[in-house]
């Protein structure tokens, strides 16, 4: 096992571009069940999340192979439908193996999802949904028995724009009987990402981007090659770390209308922004400025995924800010760890107010989560000291190498074996 050490203080200088996403990719894995042929992921980034789908597509019997920096997948000779729990307990996606095993082979059995710990994360609309185009499905000893002898389309309402509900009903809907007209779909850029992937593999998808979807069943699609979206949370997380640390950044492969939110906000802290297609930088000024009120909500509102990554920027701001989480429970947990740091920030509930302090002191500290991981970093290039981050599993879960990024715009950070 390795910790990271970081010595901060300096500005984050340079120009880097930015992995394709996590939350794009792991779906359209997924989606290449449904696929005849192979489908080439181009560019696909080397990340735990994306090693944990690899491995059920080869548990289910799918060959799975990386050519240079490409993931190739052959669904053509697949036979299972059985998901292992350990393969399950990785992430949270291997739950959206569901809707195309069920689409491929009417039947599909597994146990509920892991991911990470930020409170309850239920999984019922994803089954409500499947059970609205015909699914049976039972629950045995916590494993989940589905048969659907022939998904069919329905008309689907999610109560909650939930991304991986959405995606799910997609895929399956791919492979129904007929329409399929979802509405209260999550709007999210990943969404569309999957509607594009799916394209070119030859389904019948529109609406992605928009609150309602529409599929027409068609069965087998064909193979493609795809380009993910650049992953707009790893590009938050270096925007955000430029932003704390008075620095000046360019990021190539991501686009700014993903972005929006987040960078309204660090506008209003008091950075510069500009942006072309596939390019956006930011210059951060001496002392960012609190940012009054942030609440997190589904795209395109602020993400949930980058709150904790914000709330490590604004710990040195001049004024306080408060934060709203609106989508999880928990998803506070590196509050203590950032007040290793001398952070002061209150919380209650689902609120917390980050008062500006003057300074960060080096400390060490434990990653809890993936984004909360990522937030310790930001906090840490802030530091003059030296900070460690151990368990850092949780990050290498969604970042393809956050060393070697910010090592690349002038920061010191490095692996060290822990001891
Ligand atoms: C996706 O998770 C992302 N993960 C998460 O990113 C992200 O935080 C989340 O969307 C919200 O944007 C992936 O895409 C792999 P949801 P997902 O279903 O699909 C409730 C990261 O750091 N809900 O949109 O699991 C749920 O409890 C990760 O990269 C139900 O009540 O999120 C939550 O309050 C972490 N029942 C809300 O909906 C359900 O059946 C949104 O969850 C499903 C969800």
């Not at 193996?97 to 509920?112: C, I, K, N, V």
Request: glycine share 12%; proline share 4%; with cysteine.
């Amino acid at each position: 096992m390795s910790h990271l050490r970081i010595t901060g203080g300096r500005p984050l200088r340079g120009e880097i571009a930015v992995q394709g996403a996590k939350n794009s990719v792991l779906p359209i894995l997924s989606a290449t069940i449904l696929s005849a042929d192979a489908c080439r992921i181009r560019c696909c980034p080397r990340l735990d999340d994306v090693d944990a789908a690899a491995e059920i597509l080869a548990y289910l019997g799918c060959a799975v192979r990386w050519e240079g920096g490409d993931l190739v997948v052959d669904s053509s000779r697949m036979t299972g439908c059985h998901i292992p729990r350990y393969l399950m307990e990785k992430m949270r996606s291997s739950v959206i193996f569901l809707g195309p095993l069920l689409a491929r082979f009417g039947e599909a059995s597994l146990s509920y999802p892991g991911g990470c710990q930020l409170g309850p994360r239920p999984i019922d609309l994803h089954l409500q949904a499947l059970r609205e185009m015909g699914a049976e499905i039972r629950e045995d000893g916590g494993r989940l028995l589905c048969r659907a002898r022939r998904l069919r389309g329905a008309e689907i309402s999610l109560p909650i724009p939930s991304v991986g509900a959405t995606e799910n009903i997609l895929l399956a809907g791919c492979g129904a009987a007929g329409t399929t007209i979802l509405s209260g779909a999550a709007r999210e850029p990943e969404i569309e990402d999957l509607q594009s992937f799916l394209v070119r593999c030859g389904a019948q998808v529109s609406g992605a981007g928009g609150h309602t979807v529409a599929v027409v069943g068609k069965q087998p699609l064909h193979g493609c090659q795809h380009r993910c979206i650049g992953d707009r949370i790893a590009a938050a997380t270096y925007l955000c770390a430029a932003a704390a640390t008075g620095g000046q950044i360019a990021l190539l492969g991501v686009e700014q209308r993903h972005l929006g939110a987040v960078c309204r906000v660090l506008q209003r802290c008091g950075c510069t922004m500009r942006h072309e297609e596939g390019f956006l930088a930011l210059r951060g000024p001496e002392r960012l400025r609190g940012a009054n009120i942030i609440a997190t909500a589904p795209f395109p509102g602020f993400p949930t995924d980058a709150q904790a990554i914000l709330m490590a920027t604004l710990c040195r701001a001049d004024g306080a800010t408060m934060m709203v989480e609106n989508l999880f429970d928990s998803r506070f947990r590196h509050v203590p760890e950032l007040r290793r740091m001398g952070a002061h920030i209150r919380c209650q509930g689902r609120t917390a107010v980050v008062y500006g302090v003057d300074a960060l002191h080096g400390a060490a500290m434990r990653a809890t989560d993936l984004r909360g991981g990522a937030a310790l970093v930001v906090a840490a290039l802030q530091a003059e000291e030296p900070s460690a981050i151990y368990e850092i599993h949780h990050i290498q879960r969604g970042y393809e190498d956050i060393a070697r990024d910010i090592r690349a715009l002038g920061g010191h950070i490095d692996f060290a074996a822990d001891g």
